[in-house]
């Protein structure tokens, strides 16, 4: 009979067992892209159980969940200034990020996990007008129904 090797059966514990979902990066940056107070990328397209790891790219940012702009059972959360955080989306849905210090300035981002559709007035209008402006612009660019309800 002969021996497996140590390494050999550590790889298949590791591989055998609950499945690990995907990490996507996105920085939290003074300028990118799509101009000045962003996340990049902006929009995020998920499966459950995936995570998001927030990086710091410029410093004076966090990233925190809107409450009115997220699915039904989804867990709210808010990083501190300057934190590099990682959060796993469960639910499927739509949910807003925001830069709290710089909501006002437009400092959002979209994610849609799994196979939802976008629901009518997924854009709170209680938001700042630059807010909405750019959640306006992220689901343009996504293809998704922005029409204000």
Do not use: W
């Not at 998920?46 to 998001?52: E, F, H, K, V």
């Not at 927030?54 to 004076?60: D, I, K, L, N, T």
């Not at 990233?63 to 955080?85: C, H, L, N, V």
């Not at 402006?133 to 689901?139: A, H, S, T």
């Amino acid at each position: 009979m002969t021996r497996m090797p140590i390494r050999l059966a550590a790889a298949l514990l590791l591989t055998t067992g609950v499945a690990r979902g995907e990490t996507v990066e996105v920085r939290m940056l003074n300028r990118g892209e799509q101009g000045s107070m962003v996340f990049e990328p902006d929009y995020v397209e998920l499966a459950p159980g995936d995570t998001l790891r927030f990086r710091v790219g410029s410093r004076s940012h966090n990233a925190a969940s809107i409450d009115t702009m997220a699915p039904t059972g989804a867990t709210p959360f808010k990083g501190r200034i300057d934190e590099e955080i990682a959060v796993t989306f469960e639910h499927a849905g739509f949910y807003g990020i925001k830069c709290s210090p710089h909501l006002g300035m437009g400092m959002v981002m979209l994610v849609k996990v799994g196979e939802a559709a976008a629901p009518d007035g997924l854009v709170d209008p209680a938001l700042p007008a630059r807010a909405r402006k750019r959640f306006e612009d992220i689901m343009g660019r996504a293809g998704l129904d922005a029409a204000p309800q």
